[in-house]
């Protein structure tokens, strides 16, 4: 008896431990995302084949359990945890229900390991992948690019002017956006220059046209605010919606493109 009401207590001041957060739609997506849809402990399939379906095949699993259990604590306590706390997406994974159930209520020390061995191998595989993320962008960049030229000069005009102010928590600061900006002009300008010739005279599209119309948009934006990290990811959003690309790179380097060529942002085409 003694011995559980020590443990109570260490769970009661473990700093690790937080209240459950649920994660959001988009959060979900993400772990799903992450296990490539696929549960990671038996491989079972956490997308219904057919869409329409409502009940979710998977659940988004603590690793190192939020209210762990006495027995649960005292086996798991001095094994390595991942993130900074309980609720972190360190500390979560996509699971099917059965492993789900299996993981809560019949946890080993070896489960806890095997499951935390793989999650810290998708982190691995997405930061290698973020790292990446700007080679290989070619065919997301021709799409974007295929389907800009498609846009009519009144879709342009739908365009909002009037860039709104990112937190600050996400706003970089100018350096940052011209690293970015010229990261994307030194390997995808030349590329994106010949896509647009290809383009050029196709169904009446003129590349001198639409740069100047997108040039446009960037003065009368620049009149409103001097935010050009908003500015920048209004027009990258704003590309991103019209061309229903699922690439925001690909986006980037093309509004890149056009900050380069249409030598908006003065102090960053110098
Ligand atoms: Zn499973």
């Given at each position: 008896m003694k011995k559980n009401e020590i443990i109570l207590k260490a769970i009661s001041a473990d700093p690790y431990l937080k209240e459950r957060k649920s994660p959001t739609e988009a959060e979900q997506q993400l772990y799903l995302k992450e296990v490539l849809f696929t549960c990671p402990l038996c491989g079972k399939d956490l997308r219904h084949r057919k869409q329409k379906k409502n009940n979710k095949l998977y659940e988004i699993a603590h690793i190192f359990p939020n209210s762990p259990t006495v027995e649960q604590y005292a086996l798991l306590n001095t094994l390595q945890r991942l993130g900074?706390?309980?609720?972190?997406?360190?500390?979560k994974i996509a699971l099917c229900k059965d492993c789900h159930d299996q993981q809560d209520y019949h946890t080993t020390q070896e489960d806890y390991l095997n499951l935390l061995q793989k999650k810290q191998k998708l982190l691995q595989n997405t930061a290698l992948h973020e790292a990446t993320f700007t080679l290989g962008l070619e065919l997301e960049i021709a799409n974007v690019v295929r389907r800009i030229c498609c846009l009519r000069e009144d879709e342009l005009a739908q365009l909002n002017y009037t860039p709104v102010k990112l937190s600050k928590k996400f706003s970089v600061n100018e350096l940052l956006l011209k690293n970015r900006i010229a990261m994307y002009v030194t390997s995808y300008y030349p590329y994106i220059r010949d896509l647009f010739r290809e383009m050029e005279g196709i169904n009446g599209f003129r590349l001198d046209t639409l740069s100047l119309q997108i040039k446009c948009c960037f003065t009368k934006m620049e009149t409103i605010s001097n935010d050009k990290n908003a500015i920048f990811d209004q027009i990258v959003e704003w590309i991103n919606t019209k061309t229903l690309t699922t690439s925001k790179a690909a986006c980037e380097a093309v509004v890149s493109f056009f900050v380069q060529n249409c030598e908006v942002f003065h102090e960053i085409t110098e």
């Amino acid at each position: 008896m003694k011995k559980n009401e020590i443990i109570l207590k260490a769970i009661s001041a473990d700093p690790y431990l937080k209240e459950r957060k649920s994660p959001t739609e988009a959060e979900q997506q993400l772990y799903l995302k992450e296990v490539l849809f696929t549960c990671p402990l038996c491989g079972k399939d956490l997308r219904h084949r057919k869409q329409k379906k409502n009940n979710k095949l998977y659940e988004i699993a603590h690793i190192f359990p939020n209210s762990p259990t006495v027995e649960q604590y005292a086996l798991l306590n001095t094994l390595q945890r991942l993130g900074d706390n309980s609720e972190t997406f360190e500390n979560k994974i996509a699971l099917c229900k059965d492993c789900h159930d299996q993981q809560d209520y019949h946890t080993t020390q070896e489960d806890y390991l095997n499951l935390l061995q793989k999650k810290q191998k998708l982190l691995q595989n997405t930061a290698l992948h973020e790292a990446t993320f700007t080679l290989g962008l070619e065919l997301e960049i021709a799409n974007v690019v295929r389907r800009i030229c498609c846009l009519r000069e009144d879709e342009l005009a739908q365009l909002n002017y009037t860039p709104v102010k990112l937190s600050k928590k996400f706003s970089v600061n100018e350096l940052l956006l011209k690293n970015r900006i010229a990261m994307y002009v030194t390997s995808y300008y030349p590329y994106i220059r010949d896509l647009f010739r290809e383009m050029e005279g196709i169904n009446g599209f003129r590349l001198d046209t639409l740069s100047l119309q997108i040039k446009c948009c960037f003065t009368k934006m620049e009149t409103i605010s001097n935010d050009k990290n908003a500015i920048f990811d209004q027009i990258v959003e704003w590309i991103n919606t019209k061309t229903l690309t699922t690439s925001k790179a690909a986006c980037e380097a093309v509004v890149s493109f056009f900050v380069q060529n249409c030598e908006v942002f003065h102090e960053i085409t110098e």
